[in-house]
Structures are given as C-alpha cells and as structure tokens.
T-cell receptor, first 110, second 114 residues
C-alpha cells in the first residue's frame, strides 16, 4: 500500500484559497487518491476522490499530475469552519484498509 | 448523517467493568472497521471485517473483542481495560472490492477508563 507524506500543519485566513499537497511516490496503477476531513471528536468525512487530472465537487478540487506521485487538495475561500485535519489516503482496496497518517492540521484565522 | 451510527456516544468505565460498543451501518456495505484514535494522534486501525469474516487484526490486545453478527452490525466488547485505552473509538464501513472504495465513519464513542 502506498505511503503518503503531508505537511503536519498549515495556517490560513478566511477567504483565502488553501492548497494541501500529498506525496505518494509508490502509488500503484490501480490506486485511487482519497481525501478526508476530520473535526475534533468526530469521525473523518469523505471530501473528494480522484484517479488522474482534476476533479471538482461542491467542496473542493483535487489536482493530480500525470505521474500521479502527488496530489493537491484545493479548498477555495476557506472559512473558520474549515479548521480541521485533512488526510490523504491512497489505495484502499477490498479487504485491506489503510492506517491513516498524521494528516495536515489546517487552522483558519479570522 | 453518514449512514453509520455508533452507540453510546460517550462511555465512562472502570478497569473491572465489561461494556460493549455498537455500530450499525445503513448503507448496504460489506466491510466494517474499528479504529482507535487517542488524543492528538492518528487513527489506528484495529479490526477489519469483510462479509462478516474478520480479515485483519492489527495486534490488538485481547481485552478488545470484536463481533460482527451480520454485515450491518459490528460490536466491540471491552473488558478489564486500562486507562491508556481511553480514546475515541470509530467505526467505519465501505463497499469492499471497488477500486474507488470510500470509508464512511460514525461519530465515534468517546471512552474514558478510570
């Protein structure tokens, strides 16, 4: 299973765009890239998933370069409520579940 | 609402007590998971069930005993716990076998062992 590396923490201000990059150098051909958001004392929540190029939904965008060795989660115009931990996971298939990494703790200031 | 319900939401127990955590998923998924999250630490995978069969046990002490009677229900039986077992216990489910598999988590049980 592919190992991921993310920044431990990031700071931003309300209204700014935030980009969180995840490195996954040994991603396998069939692996999807999935991002989750976790608030304190709650379970992680699915944000977005992609395989290649760009994916956009109502919450975020996910940019994946051609070599797929990294991915960038983009949160447009963050608000205080976006303060959370963001996890990047690669390659959850069938019976084998990934252990989450440390994630990126995003702090949004007013 | 994620479709995964955990009860109780909070639990305080002594080291000699026996209690059970319950998880129920209403998503028609075929895989269920228990995770543990200690304060300010990453989630640790404890157990995985696929089609009601335990397929992974991440070296969890025997004082934690999982049970999966059917694909919609998952239990975690607790006995003679230690204070260091205090943590947020999260249940998740997924539709296993798909390349774009996603995990759906419950809100967790915040456990305090006194």
């Amino acid at each position: 299973l592919a190992k991921t590396t993310q920044p431990i923490s990031m700071d931003s201000y309300e209204g700014q765009e935030v980009n969180i990059t995840c490195s996954h150098n040994n991603i396998a051909t069939n692996d999807y890239i999935t991002w989750y958001q976790q608030f304190p004392s709650q379970g992680p929540r699915f944000i977005i998933q992609g395989y290649k190029t760009k994916v956009t939904n109502e919450v975020a965008s996910l940019f994946i370069p051609a070599d797929r060795k990294s991915s960038t989660l983009s949160l447009p115009r963050v608000s205080l409520s976006d303060t959370a931990v963001y996890y990047c996971l690669v390659g959850l298939t069938g019976r084998r579940a990934l252990t989450f990494g440390s994630g990126t703790r995003l702090q949004v200031q007013p | 609402e994620t479709g995964v319900t955990q009860t109780p939401r909070h639990l305080v127990m002594g080291m000699t007590n026996k209690k059970s955590l319950k998880c129920e998923q209403h998503l028609g998924h075929n895989a269920m998971y228990w995770y543990k999250q200690s304060a300010k630490k990453p989630l640790e995978l404890m157990f995985v069930y696929s089609l009601e069969e335990r397929v992974e046990n991440n070296s969890v002490p025997s004082r934690f005993s999982p049970e999966c009677p059917n694909s919609s229900h998952l239990f975690l039986h607790l006995h003679t716990l230690q204070p260091e077992d205090s943590a947020l216990y999260l249940c998740a489910s997924s539709q296993g076998g798909a390349r774009n598999e996603k995990l759906f988590f419950g809100s967790g049980t915040q456990l305090s062992v006194l």
